[in-house]
């Protein structure tokens, strides 16, 4: 069965540069959310779409934005590029309607190094 | 959503049976508990989920009290590969807004 696509699997970025993360969900599924989890840390929630429109934020820097695209994949955009933002980047997909029956799926994840 | 408090590491014997337990005190009524784990840096994975009836699926068994106030997750023959950092997550269903919140989890290490 297709999975979450995550690209790229790894990146590795300088300080003040930008980066982006792309995700592809399980077809039909029609909601993506992004998670950050940094090294020894817990996964933590940044930002979730559903049929393309923001559907929750967390706890997302204004240095990083977000979309879905009509295909409903997504791309994490991340700029001015901190030390601190090295981690592993994971997407969930699921679908809404059936999302508690089914549990979300989550990608491989991006891990990425910013030195 | 309600918090969720679990050990923070358990050990078990490959091929026993493993039993994570998991306390949600302030659960309400519309609140599901799932369980999720994570073998080392890889993506989250659902294990299961229930409402307030015992549920069993391929993977595990989940036995929720009788007043919904914890939980325990079962492997039944534990292997190494169920090695991982098991999260109980208590969620709402529905709504656009619904997101897994993701405390501390318990690390499962099963030994030889």
């Known amino acids: 069965a297709a999975g979450v696509i995550q690209s790229p699997r790894h990146l590795i970025k300088e300080k003040r540069e930008t980066a982006t993360l792309k995700c592809y969900p399980i077809p039909r599924h029609d909601t993506v959310y992004w998670y950050q989890q940094g090294p020894g840390q817990d996964p933590q929630f940044l930002i979730s779409f559903y049929e393309k429109m923001q559907s929750d934020k967390g706890s997302i820097p204004d240095r990083f934005s977000a979309q879905q695209f009509s295909d409903y994949h997504s791309e994490l955009n991340m700029s001015s590029l901190e030390l601190g933002d090295s981690a592993l980047y994971f997407c969930?997909?699921?679908?809404?309607?059936?999302?508690?029956?089914?549990?979300?799926?989550f990608g491989s994840g991006t891990r990425l190094t910013v030195v | 959503d309600a918090k969720t408090t679990q050990p923070t590491s358990m050990d078990c014997a490959e091929g026993r049976a493993a039993n994570l337990p998991c306390n949600h005190s302030t659960i309400s009524g519309n609140e599901y508990v799932y369980w999720y784990r994570q073998i080392h840096s890889q993506g989250p994975q659902y294990i299961i989920h229930?409402?307030?009836n015992n549920e069993t699926n391929e993977m595990a068994s989940l036995i929720i009290t009788e007043d919904r106030k914890s939980s325990t997750l079962i492997l039944p023959h534990a292997t190494l590969r169920d090695t991982a950092v098991y999260y109980c997550?208590?969620?709402?269903?529905?709504?656009?807004?619904?997101?897994?919140?993701f405390g501390t989890g318990t690390l499962l290490a099963v030994q030889p």
């Open positions: 229930g409402l307030k």
């Open positions: 997550i208590v969620m709402g269903y529905g709504g656009a807004t619904n997101k897994l919140i």
């Open positions: 969930a997909s699921s679908l809404l309607l059936t999302g508690v029956n089914s549990g979300y799926t």
